[in-house]
């Protein structure tokens, strides 16, 4: 994934508009738009404002992204990383099986709810083996 569309998808799975991060982050909402389509790379600043705005790490921020290296569950789209977390049902969950989940996207949709990602998990693996 490129850092771009980590960005949006950070964005839209919380909600919120561009003029909301531009207001948090007291960015422009065109340079946040170029920065969502690839048109700019940010600095290690903007990084550290957009990862505050969103209430995570710069890691977590660049998650999935290229260059960056391991997942942590804040990376994680929402409801996935509540079933990582669940001590039972995310115990059978392989880091494998996590990256793949988290990368599954059906005409830019993602499940929201734990309960929808483990029917995701439990279907792929029954058809994976």
Avoid at 12 to 25: H, M, N, S, V
Avoid at 28 to 43: A, H, K, Q
Wanted: proline residues 5%; glycine residues 8%.
């Amino acid at each position: 994934m490129q850092l771009c569309e980590r960005l949006r998808e950070l964005r839209q799975e919380r909600g919120l508009r561009l003029k909301d991060i531009a207001e948090t982050g007291n960015i422009s909402i065109p340079y946040l738009s170029d920065l969502e389509r690839g048109r700019t790379n940010p600095s290690l600043e903007t990084l550290q404002t957009l990862a505050a705005a969103y209430g995570i790490t710069i890691h977590d921020l660049l998650e999935g992204v290229e260059f960056c290296g391991t997942q942590t569950v804040g990376a994680l789209p929402q409801g996935l990383a509540d079933l990582v977390a669940d001590p039972v049902l995310g115990a059978q969950i392989t880091p494998d099986w996590v990256r793949t989940l988290s990368r599954i996207e059906l005409r830019g949709k993602r499940p929201k709810a734990k309960e929808d990602w483990l029917a995701l998990y439990l279907h792929l693996k029954r058809i994976l083996g």
